[in-house]
Every structure is written in C-alpha cells, then in structure tokens.
C-alpha cells in the first residue's frame, strides 16, 4: 500500500524562525491533507491541497504531485504553533473505497 | 455549533470488558471514520462508514465493532477480542463539497485497560 512519510521526525524552534516541513508519498493520490494535532490531541486540519499552493496567515503549503511530494511552510513561528504535524494521502485504495494514509507526524516545539 | 463530539474524554476498562465509544456529528456529513493512535505514531483507520447502515473494516478492525444507525451517530465498540486497547480514539467526518475534500475531526477518547 502507499507509504506516507514524513521528516523531520522532530524539530525545534525559537520563537520567530521559519520552518519547512515536507512529507514524500510513494504512489499517487488524489487528496493531500495537511493537520496539526494540539497539545490536548485535537486535529485541525490545516490544508487541502492535492496540487498547487495555498496560503492561510503564516502557513502555507505546496504540493507537487507529480513528483508526489508537499511542503507545509511555517512562517515568524508561535510558541502555540507547537504540536504534532501530520500529512496524509487519499485515494481510492484496494478494497474498493476512500481513505487516508497518515505519516508518523512532525513534532515541533516552540520556544519563547 | 457545529462539529463532532466524543465521549467520554477518558475510560479506563478491566480486561475482558466490552467497552462503547461514542462519536455524534451535526455537520450532516455522509462518511464517519474511526482512527486508532498510539503514542508517537500516526493515525490508522479501525473503521469506516459511507452512509447510514454500511460499514467497512479498515486496516486493523479485529477486536473493534461499529453501527451507523443514523447519520449522526457512529459508535465503536472495543471488545475483549482487541488484545492491545489501550490507545487515543479519534472519530472522523467528511466534508465533499467541492471544491473540498476534508475530514474533521473530534477531541477524541483515551482508553486504558487497567
């Protein structure tokens, strides 16, 4: 099945540095989700981005599909920006229905 | 407002109980999910629903059981079977309305055998 994986494992930050985060996947998909999971273990999800560019306030992620890679950027970083990032890929998969794979997540901190 | 809620926040269960987490959506989204994690890991999916009354196992179901009753509600059991339960639950919904594919999820349910 399709791997998702994701580096760095880990990283930290002081507060105000930029940060890229990149996640490979090993075959194609046709949805690419971007999320961060909170100290408490709430997932937000951040982007929906299965090609191109968006932006949202200091995020912003790009995915290049055909090269089956996405960036997620962290821009002037927030001691709230700490957590775990995950990326995960859909598609139609074997037996028939939609899901989405995981990676193992970035585990960022940030420090004042 | 709207979302997905999960109870209960924390369970603790004895070994050889079945156990019943609940998951409840006002979004008025078709397909619910319920994930597994365990410390330092991804997510991985137990369970799977489309539509009311039709389910899916997902890549590790043996041990867990589901309903889909009513649209709202997605509820995972946690039988005696599941020889490893102790792990962070997370329930799932899914929004496609494009141009959008995105799953939504709750505050999940810590389980602990003791």
């Known amino acids: 099945g399709i791997q998702v994986e994701q580096s760095p494992p880990d990283l930290i930050l002081q507060e105000g540095a930029n940060s890229t985060l990149r996640c490979n996947f090993s075959d194609s998909v046709n949805n690419l989700q971007w999320f961060h999971q909170n100290p408490w273990g709430q997932l937000i999800n951040l982007f929906y981005i299965p090609s191109g560019t968006k932006q949202n306030g200091r995020l912003s992620a790009t995915t290049v599909a055909t090269e089956r890679y996405s960036l997620l950027y962290i821009s002037s970083s927030q001691t709230t920006d700490s957590g775990v990032y995950f990326c995960a890929g859909g598609g139609m998969f074997s037996g028939g229905y939609n899901k989405l794979i995981f990676g193992a997540g970035t585990r960022l901190a940030v420090h004042p | 407002d709207g979302g997905i809620t999960q109870s209960p926040k924390y369970l603790f269960r004895k070994e050889g109980q079945n156990v019943t987490l609940s998951c409840e959506q006002n979004?008025?989204?078709?397909?619910m999910y319920w994930y597994r994690q365990d410390p330092g890991q991804g997510l991985r999916l137990i369970y799977y629903s489309q539509i009311v009354n039709d389910f899916q196992k997902g890549d590790i179901a043996e041990g867990y059981s589901v309903s889909r009753e009513k649209k709202e509600s997605f509820p995972l059991t946690v039988t005696s079977a599941q020889k490893n339960p102790t792990a962070f639950y997370l329930c799932a919904s899914r929004n496609r309305d494009f141009p959008t594919d995105t799953q939504y999820f709750g505050p999940g349910t810590r389980l602990t055998v003791l």
């Open positions: 979004l008025n989204h078709d397909a």
